[in-house]
């Protein structure tokens, strides 16, 4: 068996996930995310993704990543629709 893994997404992916990684693990140092871990290899593991993000993207440094992240964020919810929680459910987002 390997011992790396390759998967592909797309740009706009890439730019959300490392957002969300970037303020949940690196920001607030997993504390938003405490309750839905088992163990701190978890952690480690979304590290892990966050720096293999931080070394493909640019956007992330760019004066205009604001508008960047916002587009990417739009064309992701315009390709797949709203998530669950907001197709009519009484749980909504955060």
């Known amino acids: 068996m390997a011992d790396t893994v390759t998967l592909t997404i797309s740009r706009d992916e890439a730019i959300v996930l490392h957002e969300w990684l970037a303020r949940v693990v690196d920001d607030e140092n997993a ?23 931080e070394q493909a993207l640019d956007e992330p440094l760019s004066e205009n990543f604001e508008k960047i992240l916002k587009g990417a964020r739009k064309r992701l919810k315009d390709a797949n629709g709203p998530w669950p929680w907001d197709a009519g459910g009484e749980e909504q987002a955060p």
């Open 31 to 53: 504390e938003g995310i405490e309750e839905t871990l088992e163990d701190d290899a978890e952690v480690w593991a979304l590290d892990a993704v966050l720096i293999l993000l």
